[in-house]
C-alpha cells in the first residue's frame, strides 16, 4: 500500500542545527503533500503542507522544499529544538482522499 | 471544540473476543477515518466516511473488522473475533473537506490481543 518513501529512518541533530527529512512519492495524482508530526502518545498533527503549485513553502522554523519533476519533497527544520524531538510522517493525498503516509523518522534533538 | 476523541485508550483483551472502539469526531466535520499504525506497516487506512456514509473499506483488513457511523458525531470499530495480530494503536481522524485538507487525528487507542 506504501506508495511514500520516507528517509531517513531516525535522525539525531543537535540543538540549533538543521534536520532534513525527504520523502519521494509515485503517484503523480498526488496533489496535497502534509508533514504530521507525531509525539509518544499521541495522534498525528499537521505541520505544514504544501500543494504542487509552488516550490517552497516555509512556517515558522519549518519548511517544505517540493520537486514536482522529481516527484520528491523534504521537510527543513532549522534552529531544531529539543522540543522538535517527535516522529514526522510526510504523506501524499489526491482529491479521492486516497492519502498515503511514509514510514516516518523518529527525530532526536540534543541539548 | 475538544477535538476527536477516541475511547478506550487502551485496551487488552484475550484472542476470540469482541473488540469495540469509539470515536468522536470534530463537530461539523463532514469525513471520519480511522486508521491502524503498527510498526511493521506504519500508517494504514482501514475505511473513512463522508456524511456518515461509508465510502472506501478498501483497507479494512478482514471480514471481523466492522465499522460504523449512526450519527454525525459518533462511530464505532468493531473486531470480532480479534487475533493477536490486530495488536495496533487505532486512530480515528476528522476532517471538514477530506484528506485533501487539514485532519484532525484523536489520541488513539492502544489495542493489544493476547
Known amino acids: 500500500q506504501q506508495q511514500v518513501k520516507q528517509s531517513p529512518q531516525s535522525l539525531i541533530v543537535q540543538k540549533g542545527g538543521i534536520s532534513i527529512i525527504n520523502c519521494a512519492y509515485e503517484?503523480?495524482?498526488?496533489?496535497?503533500f502534509p508533514w504530521y508530526q507525531q509525539f509518544p502518545g499521541k495522534g498525528p498533527a499537521l505541520l505544514i503542507a504544501?500543494?504542487?503549485?509552488?516550490s517552497e513553502k516555509k512556517e515558522g522554523r519549518f519548511t517544505i522544499s517540493f520537486n514536482k519533476s522529481a516527484k520528491q519533497f523534504s521537510l527543513h527544520i532549522m534552529d531544531s529544538q529539543p522540543g522538535d524531538s517527535a516522529t514526522y510522517f510526510c504523506?501524499?493525498?489526491?482529491?479521492?482522499?486516497?492519502?498515503?503516509f511514509g514510514a516516518g523518522t523518529r527525530l532526536t534533538v540534543k541539548p | 471544540d475538544a477535538g476527536v476523541i477516541q475511547s478506550p485508550r487502551h485496551e487488552v483483551t484475550e484472542m476470540g473476543q469482541e473488540v469495540t472502539l469509539r470515536c468522536k469526531p470534530i463537530?461539523?466535520?463532514?469525513?471520519l477515518f480511522w486508521y491502524r499504525q503498527t510498526m511493521m506497516r506504519g500508517l494504514e487506512l482501514l475505511i473513512y466516511f463522508n456524511n456518515n456514509v461509508p465510502i472506501d473499506d478498501s483497507g479494512m483488513p478482514e471480514d471481523r473488522f466492522s465499522a460504523k457511523m449512526p450519527n454525525a458525531s459518533f462511530s464505532t470499530l468493531k473486531i470480532q473475533p480479534s487475533e493477536p495480530r490486530d495488536s495496533a494503536v487505532y486512530f480515528c481522524?476528522?476532517?471538514?473537506?477530506?484528506?485533501?485538507?487539514?485532519?484532525?487525528f484523536g489520541q488513539g487507542t492502544r489495542l493489544t490481543v493476547v
Open positions: 481522524a476528522s476532517s471538514h473537506f477530506g484528506m485533501n485538507t487539514e485532519a484532525f
Open positions: 463537530s461539523g466535520h463532514d469525513y
Open positions: 503517484n503523480t495524482a498526488f496533489d496535497y
Open positions: 504544501i500543494r504542487p503549485d509552488v
Open positions: 504523506a501524499a493525498s489526491n482529491n479521492n482522499n486516497d492519502m498515503r
